[in-house]
């Protein structure tokens, strides 16, 4: 096998490790999960199953204060049967924006409005089953003007300092991966090095 450069896409557009899809048939169609289970060849002619899911996609907002303490939720995650401590987030609706969506779920979901809203990148958190990506938004001149929560989601909203969010996530408290992603790029916006205003 000739090696190639792994960090660049191939030229002419092809990928060598590209599988091809022979069958595909949806198993399960929920409210907004699809599950589909496939029939592929893979590059060396091996003949295998793929079930993945299909998403519409989220936002994650990171909602900064101006004393620099971000607000954050707990929520009971129902596969896991337990709550957890995470940034604001939601699925992303047919035919709505990106930034639209983050300002949507910011307000719904803690009762705060953001005068400034910053892209910081998105993510793909579980690539070897869904297709799901995770755009996130940093928000700050944050006022409250109260949230109106979807029937059934129950959640509790408090703000912590970074430094204290840090601690919980070095200490293995906290687990929700979109939220540590979200510390981190918190920590590379504050530094300068990541960040584009939405």
Not at 166 to 187: N, Q
Request: glycine content about 12%; hydrophobic content about 40%; charged content about 25%.
């Amino acid at each position: 096998m000739t090696l190639r450069d792994p960090w660049s896409s191939p030229a002419d557009g092809t990928d060598p490790l590209a599988e091809e899809t022979l069958e595909s048939s949806l198993a399960f169609a929920g409210d907004f999960l699809r599950i589909y289970k496939d029939r592929v060849r893979a590059p060396d002619g091996h003949l295998a199953p793929r079930e993945y899911m299909l998403h519409p996609g989220a936002v994650m907002v990171v909602p900064l204060l101006a004393d620099g303490q971000v607000v954050l939720e707990r929520q009971y995650r129902y596969p896991l049967r337990r709550g957890f401590v995470e940034f604001p987030a939601g699925k992303i609706d047919p035919g709505e924006g990106l930034l639209t969506c983050a300002q949507r779920e910011l307000r719904e979901e803690t009762g705060y409005v953001g005068d400034t809203w910053v892209y910081l990148g998105g993510f793909h958190n579980a690539i070897g089953y869904c297709n799901e990506k995770i755009e996130v938004f940093l928000a700050r001149g944050l006022r409250q003007v109260g949230g109106q929560n979807d029937a059934g989601e129950v959640l509790e909203v408090f703000a912590a300092t970074h430094d204290e969010l840090r601690r919980r996530i070095a200490s293995g408290e906290i687990t929700d991966v979109k939220t540590l992603i979200g510390s981190y790029w918190l920590d590379e916006y504050l530094a300068g090095r990541r960040g584009v205003p939405a």
